[in-house]
């Protein structure tokens, strides 16, 4: 007996005819939750249709762990475009909840979109609908989270309350289900869900069974703890949900005003294996209940910032004019001297401190002129770290109130290194260990050296870290060295002679440029997943410290033009104020 497509919005665009002759040859199968479809780089040998439950699309991101690209859920096609550009799955896909599938095999689609026009004409709008909106179209968002609760003395209650209030003043509209849903059947969650733009499923541990069953539907897990209590071991239940599985996992760390911490951010993550952490903060409620509000429903902003030398204080200008609009910053990431700015912004560093201490760090002295006969480097180092404890301490990436990483390059591997936890000031070490400039750094058996050596501008790592829009600033270019510098040169005592040890030799600038020479040759590379991508016209050189202002000023200027000739779709995307 044939089955009956009709309940497909995708099939019901076709004539009965065409519908009558698919559904005469695909295949019913359920897909327990958990479970592969397909895996990336398999050959693709059927079409698949969701009939109930939902997929999730995964493949090998530049973050460590598999980049998310999105939901597939009743109603939608999948592996329709390997199958018609005849190549390997782009992506693996497993079931997210319990989920039944139809199958079309390779043979018979050929042969019925061969035959009938009107179905390879729906399917040729459908695939053009997805790729106009990047493969994250808004079905494809997660819209279902379980906030599970690690204590019984956290109102959980409250706080959905809260998230929820928010959503609905971004124009979001929101469903709580806490444990009086328990007993409620899988159509009757299926329809607050297809009612709803986000659900919320509210559960403790102390009531496993709805626990166990909230985060079975959850597109992602928020799991919430109180900074003032360690996590147990182990921590989550023995059988995980696939969300979990997949790592689809954050956590949401409160911290009580007046009370003091008794964990680390870092152990809860490393406890939960936890994707991300959050933190909401009772003396920075509202910042902080916004800032989740827009992370649920994928309108949170990552900003990301290059590295450049002294070329980076442009981002200082830019910064400051995107803060003057009114725009949130709720993800940030950066490397070499961008990481440094970010992690600024990252900290809650307001635009004067954040100025007033990379003028201190790097205008008022050179913190790379404790030079040595080099062995592995020109400058000892030991006035970087001086510096960048003085800063920055013995915070942990964790800590940070706005989700950060940063990025160095692996010798070892010849790959990026993403640094998304551990202590700040390490981090950012590696990420500025300009090679020949400064010593590298030895972390776990690994060489680590300057993060812009494999990728100067990290947006692509921005977009696997968050789903809302990326705000990209770039001084990235082809590093001018002066010809001069490099005819008939003196010896280092005749360099000093005539420009005293503060002044750097040329051969700073020629590593600098040698280390980054891929990457500016290359500058486009990362720039096309930035929704708004500023280039400030920096032309000094990327040993010019004391440039400062100037260089600070045409950041500014660059972002207040680009702000300007914003539409007002973009600026609705970005948060910013319309009219």
């Not at 043979?107 to 695939?127: I, P, Q, V």
């Amino acid at each position: 007996m044939p089955l009956n497509l009709s309940f497909l919005p995708f099939l019901n665009r076709v004539e009965k005819s065409v519908l009558d002759a698919v559904e005469h040859e695909v295949e019913w199968f359920c897909l327990p939750a958990g479970q592969l479809l397909f895996r990336e780089g398999d050959d693709a040998d059927a079409f698949y249709l969701v009939r109930s439950g939902a997929l999730a699309a995964f493949k090998a991101g530049p973050l460590g762990r598999p980049d998310l690209l999105g939901y597939i859920r009743a109603g939608e096609p999948v592996g329709e475009m390997s199958l018609l550009d005849e190549t390997p799955h782009s992506a693996s896909v497993y079931a997210l909840r319990d989920s039944e599938l139809v199958r079309l095999p390779k043979a018979s689609f050929e042969r019925l979109t061969d035959k009938h026009a009107s179905l390879m004409r729906e399917l040729s709008k459908m695939m053009l609908a997805r790729l106009r909106g990047g493969n994250r179209t808004a079905g494809s968002e997660p819209r279902v989270f379980a906030l599970i609760s690690t204590s019984p003395t956290i109102d959980l209650d409250y706080r959905a309350s809260e998230l929820k209030s928010a959503l609905q003043t971004l124009g979001v509209s929101c469903a709580i289900a806490d444990e009086s849903c328990a007993d409620w059947s899988g159509q009757k969650l299926d329809k607050l869900e297809q009612s709803h733009d986000i659900v919320l499923l509210t559960a403790r541990f102390s009531d496993p069974n709805w626990a166990r069953r909230a985060m079975g539907r959850a597109d992602r897990l928020w799991l919430f703890a109180r900074a003032d209590a360690r996590p147990s071991r182990p921590l989550l239940p023995d059988d995980p949900s696939p969300a979990m599985r997949l790592k689809l996992l954050d956590v949401v760390l409160l911290s009580p005003q007046g009370v003091s911490a008794a964990s680390r951010p870092q152990e809860w993550s490393d406890a939960s294996d936890a994707s991300r952490v959050f933190h909401w903060r009772q003396k920075q409620h509202a910042a902080d209940t916004a800032r989740l509000a827009r992370t649920l429903v994928g309108k949170s902003v990552g900003l990301v910032v290059s590295g450049g030398g002294a070329r980076a204080y442009a981002h200082l200008g830019a910064i400051r004019a995107l803060r003057e609009a009114g725009m949130h910053f709720d993800f940030v990431g950066g490397a070499s001297m961008g990481a440094i700015v970010a992690a600024g912004v990252a900290l809650d560093w307001s635009d004067d401190e954040l100025e007033m201490r990379i003028r201190k760090a790097f205008v008022e002295s050179n913190p790379l002129d404790d030079w040595a006969l080099p062995v592995v480097s020109l400058a000892k180092g030991e006035k970087v770290d001086r510096r960048l404890k003085e800063h920055f301490g013995d915070v942990e990436i964790a800590d940070m109130a706005r989700p950060y990483f940063c990025l160095s390059s692996n010798l070892a591997s010849g790959r990026p290194h993403v640094h998304r936890s551990g202590r700040l000031r390490d981090a950012l070490r590696a990420s500025i260990a300009i090679p020949g400039l400064l010593p590298p750094v030895v972390h776990h058996g690994q060489i680590l050296v300057d993060g812009a050596v494999f990728t100067n501008f990290p947006a692509r790592e921005m977009r696997a870290f968050h789903r809302g829009p990326v705000v990209g600033s770039d001084v990235t270019r082809a590093q001018g060295l002066n010809p001069d510098d490099f005819i008939d040169p003196p010896n280092f005592m005749g360099w000093v002679r005539r420009h005293g040890l503060k002044s750097p030799p040329p051969i700073a600038s020629l590593l600098m440029r040698a280390a980054t020479v891929g990457v500016a040759d290359h500058r486009d590379i990362g720039r096309e997943a930035a929704d708004l991508l500023i280039l400030p016209n920096t032309p000094i050189d990327i040993r010019d410290w004391d440039r400062f202002d100037e260089t600070v000023e045409a950041g500014h200027e660059a972002a207040t033009s680009m702000l300007a000739g914003l539409d007002d779709t973009m600026r609705a995307q970005l948060g910013l104020p319309i009219g």
